[in-house]
């Protein structure tokens, strides 16, 4: 699970208020391009296009059936998802790096702490310095460390509680 993104946000674009709504099945290939683009911005010494197959695997047969999807928009444009789950695991958050600086995270972070209002746990990768920042800021708090299976990097379990 991620708010991808490694240094400063690139000037945010002045446009309509965001909306934030249910995913939908022809919203896959927008949501599988984003994904893609913003982690190969955030960490761009890795392929994300060779990791595009899985991740499409991964989003239809993990994701979708199994957790809420909200995705948000700005005039239309796609730029931005949220998965969670019943426990309230939050598998992914990501936001274009156009709207990073914006409103946008925030908004998804709140429909998921509207899907889980017990409480929210996630995994972010111990790097992802401004992701942390940003779960800080929304009252999340370190609980653990881990390792993520698939890329073998560090990983911290952050946790919201209300």
């Known amino acids: 699970m991620t708010i991808t993104d490694p240094?400063?946000?690139?000037?945010?674009?002045?446009?309509s208020a965001p909306s934030v709504r249910p995913y939908e099945r022809q919203d896959e290939e927008a949501v599988i391009e984003l994904w893609r683009r913003t982690w190969q911005t955030t960490y761009p010494q890795h392929d994300f296009a060779a990791r595009v197959a899985w991740w499409r695997e991964r989003w239809r047969t993990e994701l979708v059936p199994m957790a809420s999807v909200m995705v948000a928009e700005i005039d239309?444009?796609?730029?931005?998802?949220v998965t969670i789950d019943e426990s309230?695991?939050?598998?992914?958050?990501?936001?274009?790096?156009?709207?990073?600086?914006t409103p946008l995270?925030?908004?998804?972070?709140?429909?998921?702490?509207?899907?889980?209002?017990?409480?929210?746990a996630l995994h972010v990768n111990k790097d992802n310095y401004r992701a942390i920042r940003f779960y800080e800021k929304q009252g999340?708090?370190?609980g653990g460390e881990d390792v993520n299976p698939l890329s073998q990097?560090?990983?911290f379990m952050m946790i919201w509680r209300p």
Do not use: H
């Open 7 to 15: 240094g400063p946000a690139p000037q945010a674009v002045s446009r």
């Open 76 to 81: 239309g444009e796609m730029l931005g998802f």
């Open 88 to 101: 309230g695991y939050l598998d992914q958050i990501v936001v274009a790096p156009e709207a990073w600086g």
């Open 105 to 120: 995270a925030t908004l998804l972070l709140d429909e998921a702490k509207r899907v889980a209002p017990t409480g929210i």
């Open 140 to 142: 999340f708090a370190i």
């Open 153 to 155: 990097s560090p990983v």
